[in-house]
């Protein structure tokens, strides 16, 4: 499986963009990009997947880079709830249906008044 | 979307004993699997939960010590069984529809062993 690259943490002030950026530089043609979250106590919740083009939702937007050997998830405007780890995973667009997540070591976001 | 409950939400238990969690979703899954989180460390998938079959185990993780029952579209059990301290942790159940491309996870099982 093609493994992913993210910093262990990192912070934020409330109400400014956050940009956590994840390598995948053995990433193959078939894989999505696909970002989750864990919120303390919780289980994880999907935020975001992307294949080729840049992608919004009400959560997040994701930035593909042209080679698809990065990407970066972009939170507009950081709240204390989205204090979080964050967990960048790929998935093969052939097995998507069925196909595991395998997730890293996230990384842990802090977001501070 | 999907909502799913699991039952206990917590539990302390005696080393040597089993415990059975439910997982419970609001409507019928394709898909269904059972992740274990260890304390602060990531998720790790013990095994995808067949209906009608067999689950399906990753490596590390066998039939024997993790029992898996999934009866219908709706419903799965994973029981630990024989439990020492080190199965102290948090599991996790999450499903997949076929329509969906994402997986919703539970709230978490708590499990200590003492």
């Known amino acids: 499986d093609a493994k992913t690259t993210q910093p262990n943490s990192m912070e934020s002030n409330e109400e400014e963009p956050v940009h956590l950026p994840c390598n995948h530089s053995?990433?193959?043609?078939?894989?999505?990009i696909h970002w989750y979250r864990q919120l303390p106590s919780q289980g994880p919740e999907y935020v975001i997947h992307g294949l080729t083009s840049n992608v919004n939702n009400r959560m997040a937007s994701l930035a593909i880079a042209e080679d698809r050997k990065s990407s970066t998830l972009i939170l507009h405007r950081a709240t204390l709830r989205d204090a979080a780890v964050y967990y960048c995973?790929?998935?093969?667009?052939?097995?998507?249906?069925?196909?595991?997540?395998?997730f890293g070591t996230g990384t842990q976001l802090k977001v501070e008044l | 979307s999907a909502v799913i409950s699991q039952k206990p939400s917590r539990d302390i238990c005696q080393r040597g004993t089993s415990l059975t969690i439910q997982c419970q979703v609001d409507s019928q899954v394709t898909m269904m699997f059972w992740y274990r989180q260890q304390p602060g460390q990531s998720l790790t998938l013990i095994a995808t939960a067949n209906q009608g079959s067999e689950a399906t185990y990753e490596s590390g993780f066998v039939i024997d010590k993790f029992p898996i029952s999934r009866p219908n579209l709706t419903f799965s059990t994973l029981t630990v069984s024989n439990m020492s301290p080190e199965d102290s942790s948090i599991y996790l159940c999450?499903?997949?529809?076929?329509?969906?491309?994402?997986?919703?996870f539970g709230p978490g099982t708590r499990l200590t062993v003492l």
């Open positions: 999450s499903v997949e529809a076929s329509s969906y491309n994402e997986q919703f």
């Open positions: 995973i790929l998935r093969d667009i052939l097995t998507g249906g069925g196909n595991k997540l395998t």
């Open positions: 053995t990433i193959s043609g078939t894989d999505y």
